[in-house]
């Protein structure tokens, strides 16, 4: 039981000191403060569970970050499907029987809900809303949590290229969306439409050019 | 220049601190002199920061902490069902171990001559309940384990000082003059030092059991107020002959009686 002990220090230490990190993470990914708590509830669960897989010396929020990351795809994805069917089976409900009484029964049940809901559905939200879920990921681990391409490719289990590639696009829709949002609300000017035909983004790409043009010179 | 060309992706990698500092080096070098892909760079920049400020969530909620502390120790407290032979073995973190290890040594064999015949609860607790054995349980699922080993109706004592906390609890093996007992242990925190609380808990208890020690009332309730050595034990008895002893090696009589009478057991009516 020292064993134990000694594990559960090591874990506060540790692990349990990430926990604002990857609250903001699974709450940007969730885009719901209470899915947010259970998601970093069970992902530190699960880590704590395989905390002698963890390797001492390497990054502990990446390792973090990626328990986090794979429960959410796993559980959280298959939840808000699930409960996207239960919400139009419900609809359709609503509608066969003709009776507002329901929904507004529902809206009744859980006032609190319904504000936690409305609060977060804020510009950033709704910016975020509009990403492809890799995008999304790839931007909260760089922009949000500072891991690197190496750390995300990990994560994601994908090669560097496509972290990039992710990474780019999903900052060139976000930076737009977020722009939309503000233009809309008048804090800027629209911009004229810069060229988005930037090429593809392809850091091997350029170093082998490079080394292939050093090597022929 | 090439780097004009790739510029997409050597900036980004730039701003990602991902380049090698050579690779690096060659685009500082080239930026002071291309506007072009220095206008690109800085837009990328304006972007990232956009991105990096928009993303900020707000902190974890105070009580996710909490909540986690419990699931942790239901983990460690299934892992520990598992492994319950090896419980001679455990130790308490902190301030607690060194509680439990000095305690025995304030009280087993201090008791004052007038003392030693008078077998009651209080000094059996002392004598028996304050061995450095290892908690059974700890965190917030010592009620839940009380209740399943030890009595169904039992609540923790709750002190309302603030920054008081159960520790965890053990059973005492061989009980407390042939009854049942376990002992809770606390940490209580006074004037920013945290001390460990101990009460032992004896089913049972009657006026047998209760021949020494002066008597306090305190909210229309009896406390016994004993002392080893200058080390108070108050013990109080309630409705259901559920004895409760409470010792603190580092309070004095009035500190510790005080403490007691600040709990829901013993507060107010």
Known sequence: MLAVRHKRDEFERQALVHVDALYGAAYRLTRNPRDAEDLVQDALLRAY?????FQQDSNCKAWLLRIVTNTFINEYQRKKRSREVLDAATAEQDATDGVLVHAAARDKQSPEAALVER????????????????????????????????????????????????????????????????????????????????????????????????GSS | MSLCKSIATV?????????????????????????????????????????RHALVAPPAPELIRARLARSLDAADQAHGRAQRRRWSQYLLP????????????????????????????????????????????????????????????????????????????????????????????????????????????????????????????????????????????VTYVDGSRMGYMFLAPELSVNELVWLVSRTELVGPQ
């Open chain 1, 49 to 53: 569970k395989f905390w002698d897989s």
């Open chain 1, 119 to 214: 609060s977060i559905s804020d510009d950033v939200q709704r910016a975020l809303d509009k990403l492809p879920d890799d995008f999304r990921t790839a931007v909260i681990l760089c922009d949000m949590q500072g891991l690197s391409y190496k750390e995300i490719a990990e994560i994601m289990e994908c090669p560097v290229g496509t972290v990039m590639s992710r990474l780019f696009r999903g900052r060139k829709l976000l930076a737009a969306a977020l722009k939309d949002f503000a233009v809309a609300e008048g804090y800027v000017k629209p911009a004229t439409p810069e060229s988005s035909g930037a090429g593809t983004i392809d850091l091997e790409a350029y170093r082998a050019a490079k080394a292939a043009r050093e």
């Open chain 2, 11 to 51: 900036s980004m990698a730039y701003l990602d601190d991902e380049l090698a500092a050579e690779e690096r080096h060659e685009l500082e070098a080239h930026l002071t002199e291309c506007a072009s892909c220095r206008a690109h760079l800085e837009a990328d920049r304006a972007d990232q920061d956009l991105i």
């Open chain 2, 94 to 233: 902190g301030s607690a171990v060194l509680a439990a290890a000095a305690a025995p040594a304030v009280f087993v064999g201090v008791q004052a001559p007038s003392e030693r015949a008078a077998s009651t609860v209080a000094h059996e607790a002392v004598r028996h309940g304050t061995r450095s054995l290892p908690l059974e349980v700890q965190g917030a699922s010592t009620g839940p384990w009380l209740r399943q080993h030890f009595e169904p109706s039992i609540e923790p004592p709750r002190f309302s000082e603030p920054g008081s906390t159960l520790i965890g609890a053990r059973l005492l093996p061989r009980g407390i003059n042939g009854k049942d007992g376990a002992l809770l242990s606390y940490q209580v925190e006074r004037a920013g030092s945290p001390f460990v609380l101990s009460v032992l808990v004896v089913r049972d208890v009657g006026d047998a059991d209760l021949q020494d020690g002066r008597i306090v009332r305190i909210n229309n309730r009896t406390l016994r107020v004993t002392e080893s050595s200058g080390r108070p034990v």
